[in-house]
Protein backbone atom coordinates (compact mmCIF):
# COMPACT_ATOMS: atom_id res chain seq x y z
CA UNK A 1 0.00 0.00 0.00
CA UNK A 2 0.88 3.65 -0.23
CA UNK A 3 0.02 6.23 2.45
CA UNK A 4 0.57 10.19 2.36
CA UNK A 5 1.08 11.57 5.54
CA UNK A 6 0.68 15.13 5.51
CA UNK A 7 1.97 17.56 8.40
CA UNK A 8 2.23 21.44 9.41
CA UNK A 9 -1.12 23.23 8.88
CA UNK A 10 -2.52 25.62 11.90
CA UNK A 11 -3.54 28.98 12.68
CA UNK A 12 -1.35 32.03 11.91
CA UNK A 13 -2.33 35.34 11.60
CA UNK A 14 -2.30 37.42 8.57
CA UNK A 15 1.57 37.82 7.04
CA UNK A 16 2.78 35.32 8.95
CA UNK A 17 4.04 31.68 7.83
CA UNK A 18 3.75 27.44 7.59
CA UNK A 19 5.39 25.67 5.63
CA UNK A 20 3.16 21.80 5.31
CA UNK A 21 5.03 18.60 4.60
CA UNK A 22 3.81 15.30 2.80
CA UNK A 23 5.59 12.10 2.92
CA UNK A 24 4.98 9.26 0.66
CA UNK A 25 5.47 6.01 2.16
CA UNK A 26 4.24 2.22 1.90
CA UNK A 27 5.47 -0.35 -1.46
CA UNK A 28 6.29 1.58 -4.34
CA UNK A 29 9.09 2.30 -6.99
CA UNK A 30 9.63 6.08 -7.14
CA UNK A 31 7.55 9.06 -7.39
CA UNK A 32 6.94 11.48 -9.78
CA UNK A 33 5.35 14.76 -10.06
CA UNK A 34 3.98 16.09 -6.61
CA UNK A 35 1.62 19.18 -6.23
CA UNK A 36 -0.64 20.88 -3.75
CA UNK A 37 -4.15 21.91 -3.92
CA UNK A 38 -6.47 23.11 -1.54
CA UNK A 39 -10.11 23.75 -1.01
CA UNK A 40 -12.17 26.39 0.86
CA UNK A 41 -15.55 25.81 2.10
CA UNK A 42 -18.17 26.30 -0.21
CA UNK A 43 -15.45 26.25 -3.17
CA UNK A 44 -14.09 23.86 -5.58
CA UNK A 45 -10.91 22.49 -5.09
CA UNK A 46 -7.67 24.68 -6.63
CA UNK A 47 -4.51 23.46 -7.55
CA UNK A 48 -1.70 25.74 -5.96
CA UNK A 49 1.83 24.58 -7.33
CA UNK A 50 3.09 21.51 -8.49
CA UNK A 51 6.94 20.09 -8.89
CA UNK A 52 8.19 17.86 -11.26
CA UNK A 53 10.66 14.92 -11.33
CA UNK A 54 13.34 17.17 -12.25
CA UNK A 55 12.26 19.78 -10.18
CA UNK A 56 10.13 22.00 -12.45
CA UNK A 57 8.09 24.66 -10.74
CA UNK A 58 4.18 25.52 -11.90
CA UNK A 59 2.20 28.18 -9.20
CA UNK A 60 -1.15 29.47 -9.28
CA UNK A 61 -1.35 33.16 -10.05
CA UNK A 62 -2.87 34.00 -6.00
CA UNK A 63 0.33 32.36 -4.40
CA UNK A 64 3.43 33.57 -7.06
CA UNK A 65 5.53 35.13 -5.15
CA UNK A 66 4.87 34.07 -1.81
CA UNK A 67 4.67 30.16 -1.43
CA UNK A 68 7.40 27.73 -2.90
CA UNK A 69 6.81 24.09 -3.83
CA UNK A 70 10.06 21.89 -3.23
CA UNK A 71 10.64 18.28 -2.92
CA UNK A 72 13.79 15.86 -1.37
CA UNK A 73 13.89 12.58 -3.17
CA UNK A 74 15.70 10.75 -0.78
CA UNK A 75 12.98 11.54 1.46
CA UNK A 76 9.88 10.75 -0.71
CA UNK A 77 8.82 14.70 0.58
CA UNK A 78 7.40 17.22 -1.18
CA UNK A 79 7.16 20.66 1.19
CA UNK A 80 5.20 24.10 0.57
CA UNK A 81 6.37 26.80 2.45
CA UNK A 82 4.29 30.07 2.47
CA UNK A 83 4.89 32.92 3.07
CA UNK A 84 2.62 36.26 3.71
CA UNK A 85 -0.41 34.20 4.30
CA UNK A 86 -3.82 35.97 3.41
CA UNK A 87 -7.28 35.58 4.88
CA UNK A 88 -7.80 33.63 1.33
CA UNK A 89 -5.62 31.46 1.89
CA UNK A 90 -7.55 29.56 4.45
CA UNK A 91 -8.33 26.24 3.21
CA UNK A 92 -7.87 22.99 3.78
CA UNK A 93 -4.62 21.78 2.20
CA UNK A 94 -4.28 18.52 0.16
CA UNK A 95 -1.06 16.81 -1.17
CA UNK A 96 -1.07 14.75 -4.52
CA UNK A 97 1.31 12.46 -5.42
CA UNK A 98 1.86 10.58 -8.70
CA UNK A 99 3.51 7.29 -7.52
CA UNK A 100 5.04 4.20 -9.82
CA UNK A 101 3.89 1.69 -7.46
CA UNK A 102 6.20 -0.81 -9.39
CA UNK A 103 7.63 -1.71 -13.23
CA UNK A 104 3.86 -1.38 -14.32
CA UNK A 105 2.02 0.50 -12.40
CA UNK A 106 1.50 3.93 -11.30
CA UNK A 107 -1.33 6.11 -9.67
CA UNK A 108 -2.26 9.66 -8.01
CA UNK A 109 -2.32 8.96 -4.44
CA UNK A 110 -3.87 11.70 -2.45
CA UNK A 111 -2.77 12.49 1.27
CA UNK A 112 -5.19 13.23 4.56
CA UNK A 113 -6.07 16.95 4.24
CA UNK A 114 -4.45 19.27 6.67
CA UNK A 115 -6.19 23.28 7.63
CA UNK A 116 -4.48 26.17 7.14
CA UNK A 117 -6.53 29.15 8.61
CA UNK A 118 -5.71 32.97 8.61
CA UNK A 119 -7.79 34.97 10.52
CA UNK A 120 -9.25 38.40 8.92
Known amino acids: HVQLVVSGGGLVQAGGSLRLSCAASGRFFSTNAMSWYRQAPGKQRELVAA???????NYADFVKGRFTISRDNAKNTVYLQMNSLKHEDTAVYYCNVHISVNWKMANDYWGQGTQVTVPS
Open 51 to 57: ITNGGST
